[in-house]
């Protein structure tokens, strides 16, 4: 079994450093590797595993959708996804929701919306304000739109038409585009989450939709990561009672099932008209069925209350655990999205946490993150804290 684990993957390209783990199974918050070690998932598979592993009511409706229909094509309607729309509208307060199967995709027809935007406006060249520290997706624009040179290095040319600004500065919004007719939209994580768990603070998320009013710029909030229930609320952004223009969302919609989707508001929601954007896979049953059921299931068991009163439990402990030890810099987040900033790069606990039972990451070399499922239990809570706390205390004294 080791032997298997260090051969690796040689037919699959190299583009991940991955842990020498492979996953088997899971259960709840837990998962198991082939070698039958088991683990606590506090990563869910980066935000995704909204509802943990083999889920009761999950796999029983995904298993009857296999043998319904997996796939179709958008030359036809397809029920499930007004289904689907007419959920997470009602939920975002918004009005219409384009398909796709990632985040970088939402992400990338929410650039396509902007700028559509400002040329059915008459701009021809339009501007879109996006962050320092911003991850957005790997693709061409996406990566361009990302505040990260890592992620961008190798890539270029990159694409152009993007102000960039730091986080929670309005003055500096204000100075950045100051006489600039081209500024079409504004574009950012209500919480930054590979670059650090970076909260926008309400003040500042409500001064921008004030500005993006007075303006006529559109407000993209990419809630990818960040969006469905993960901070107690459906979305980040309702914490400061706003409402954007545009959200793309991905990550967690699906439980596991790959979906995106970007929702619109009445300002951009015609913005795209028929040929303008499209995606074979978009929306297709198997996917929706995925979301829908995802929906349901939060709503039923409670899962926003319990990312909040679980996510509050959870950041007490770790407060608690290391808060104010010298080395740990800050806890922040809010519901299920946490993260520890350690006062130096600490990717070496990735393999330590694993060893000990814990799945964990390490995004912006020094943060340590935590999206667990939103089916945590304060117990499980209680163990992250038991299994992290010690292993960070020891690593910070070496
Ligand atoms: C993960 C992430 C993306 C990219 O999503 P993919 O599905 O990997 O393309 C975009 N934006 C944010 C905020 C993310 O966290």
Redesign the pocket.
Known sequence: MTAFIEAASPHVMNTYGRLPIALSHGQGCRVWDVNGKEYLDALAG?AVNTLGHNHPKLVPALQEQLGKLIHTSNYYHVPLQEALAARLTAHAHMSNVFFCN????A?EAALKIARKFGHDKGIERPEIVVYEKA????SIA?LSATGNPKVQAGFGPLVEGFIRVPLNDIAALERATAGNPNVVAVFL?TIQ??GGIHPMRIEYLQQVRRLCDARDWLLMT?E??CGMGRTGKWFAHQWAGIVPDVMPL??GLGSGVPV?AVVAGPRAANVLQPGNHGSTFGGNPLAMRAGLETLRIMEEDGLLENAARVGAHLKAGLERALGGLPGVKEVRGQGLMLGVELAKPCGALLQRAADAGLLISVTAESVIRIVPPLILTAAEADDIVARLAPLVQAFLAE
């Open positions: 980066i990632s985040g970088l995709e992400n991850f957005h997706g790997r996406t994580e989450g590979e990419d990818v990561q991905a990550k995106g």
